[in-house]
């Protein structure tokens, strides 16, 4: 029964983050993807967990797949993506010895890029570091030979919860919603995984200010 009423809770919220997604005013800014089609190449997207919603509110892909955690927030979300028509795999990052369905995901989000589709992952969720760029999407670029396209996004109205981790932005209805892309981010340009995840954290960091 828990998990019943949870579950009509989960589309209760994405029915009214579809409402509220009609009536805001969307735009892109700077959208890369033109040319990286132009160029034959693939991508990848990467936002930080806390402007998520700017992203699922104005991205439109016909074959994406978002890596989402098996959390509270994600157990919440996936409803909301499913509308959109978006695809999902759960799984999140390694924490200690414990094992959050990550590599799983990776996987899956590997043969999906192979095969022609598009993928985003929040580099810093579930828990954080805001910010923090996790080894995942560097290793899904590197296996799939694609470049990550660093998104942030910017509500004239919205509200910020300042007490979460993440800085939460949910933009509120009627406002005007803003996706920026970054430039493409080609992780063959480092020497290794860590300082390619620090770079791609610096380029997201600036892009959310």
Known sequence: MKNFFYTCLAWLAALLMMIVRSTCRLRTINDCRPDIVAAKKNYIYAAMHGKIMHAMFTVQEKKLCVMVSHSTDGAL??????CLGFFTVRGSSRKGN???????ALAQLITWCQNGGTAGLTIDGPRGPRGVVQPGIVKLAQATNTLIVPISGQASRAWIFHRSWDRFE???????????????FDVSAYPDTKSACA???K???DMAE
């Open 199 to 201: 770079a791609l954290s």
């Open 170 to 184: 949910l933009p509120k209805p009627f406002s005007s919603v803003e996706l920026t892309y970054g430039q493409p």
């Open 77 to 82: 979300v996936v409803p909301f993506l499913k």
């Open 98 to 104: 414990q094992d959050k369905g990550g590599a799983s």
């Open 203 to 205: 380029i997201l960091l």
